[in-house]
């Protein structure tokens, strides 16, 4: 069946503009992950959504960072006033929930390049 | 605060060679363990997972993982490696109630034939 697919698949933008990175996660995957990718900082959680909790955003570095998920399927990362220090690879990952979500594998995206000048 | 150490920065084994990559945790309570793989340009790939139970996991690819609680480690072990088998290999930990999945730095394996 199809995987995580996130777009874009790289994402060129100037300091200060605003960027939507999405991700599609597996059908019928309750639990929804964003991580960060960087040759500094290797991988880092940053956003956990499951079912209709609230999400666990202790990840986010900034306020500058957000995320949503609508309908409990597809999610937008956002990050407003994009800082050359955010540039990485941005990874999505979905699995199942429910009582085994802590022991439950993730399913990774290809994830989106972005790259702020 | 759950943590992983990967204390080497790159392996290299001949082809046909056993293999091992290390990893230790620190978690509070029961560990959930996993090993991923990552091939340059694309995305993460689950291998395999310790829950409970037997602390020798099988997995994807021939790949196998011995948990030891006494030393806290989880090494990724295979018999006989496979140039294909070159690429990036994370271990990550996950406390039994946490939301956090949290990896180690990385682990680049250099098959050579």
């Known amino acids: 069946g199809a995987g995580v697919s996130q777009s874009p698949s790289n994402k060129v933008t100037e300091k200060g503009k605003d960027v939507e990175l999405r991700c599609d996660p597996i059908s019928g995957h309750t639990a929804l992950y ?8 290797g991988l880092e959680f940053l956003i956990y959504f499951q079912g209709n909790s609230a ?3 202790s990840g986010l570095p900034s306020d500058r960072f957000s995320a949503e998920r609508t309908g409990g399927s597809v999610s937008t990362l956002t990050i407003q006033r994009t800082q050359q220090e955010d ?3 941005y ?13 439950n594998e993730q399913f990774f995206g290809p994830g989106t390049r972005l790259t702020v000048l | 605060a759950q943590s992983v ?5 790159q392996v290299n084994v001949a082809e046909g060679n056993p293999l091992t990559v290390k990893c230790t945790y620190s978690v509070s309570g029961n560990p959930y363990l996993f090993w991923y793989v990552q091939y340059p340009n694309r995305g993460l790939q ?17 790949f196998e993982a011995e948990f030891n609680k006494s030393q806290t480690s989880f090494h990724l072990k295979k018999p006989s490696a496979l140039v294909s088998d070159s690429a990036l290999y994370f271990c990550a930990v996950r406390a039994e109630y946490g939301n956090k999945l949290v990896f180690g730095a990385g682990t680049i394996l250099r098959v050579k034939s």
């Not at chain 1, 999505?92 to 979500?101: P, Q």
């Open chain 1, 34 to 41: 964003w991580y960060r990718q960087s040759l500094g900082q």
């Open chain 1, 55 to 57: 999400p666990d955003k």
């Open chain 1, 87 to 89: 540039s990485a690879v």
């Open chain 1, 91 to 103: 990874l999505c990952a979905s699995s199942l929930g429910g009582r085994g979500v802590s022991y």
């Open chain 2, 5 to 9: 150490a990967q204390p080497e920065d």
């Open chain 2, 46 to 62: 689950f291998l395999l997972k310790y829950i409970t139970g037997d602390n020798l996991v099988k997995g994807s690819y021939g």
